[in-house]
Nanobody, 118 residues
């Protein structure tokens, strides 16, 4: 069964850091682009970052550039999102998704909550 599982969310103070993980089971991440999305209460889901299957290309939405870093460890079948200098507006449920390319992601995880608050 193809499954993506996010972890690493939690409560952090503004300016703090978290590292989210997206672990795959039932398939090998090597062949897939992986994206991170988030959805805050009352807002539409937005794309945060994406990494190509090779890891050679990465993309970030403007609001997280310079603060978030996406990476992949194919040996661990896991993709990470390192989030630094967190702001209250980063509060959301974060989801990872896999697909043939960043523009076509169609396997989704269940999400992990990130709350940035003092």
């Amino acid at each position: 069964q193809v499954q993506l599982v996010e972890s690493g969310g939690g409560l952090v103070q503004p300016g703090g850091s978290l590292r989210l993980s997206c672990a795959a089971s039932g398939f090998t991440l090597d062949d897939y682009a992986i994206g991170w999305f988030r959805q805050a209460p009352g807002k539409e889901r937005e794309g945060v970052s994406c990494i190509s299957s090779s890891g050679g290309s990465t993309y970030y939405t403007d609001s997280v550039k310079g603060r978030f870093t996406i990476s992949r460890d194919n040996a661990k079948n896991t993709v990470y999102l390192q989030m630094n200098s967190l702001k209250p507006e980063d509060t959301a449920v974060y989801y990872c998704a896999a697909g043939s390319r960043c523009a076509r992601l169609d396997h989704w995880g269940q999400g992990t909550q990130v709350t940035v608050s003092s």
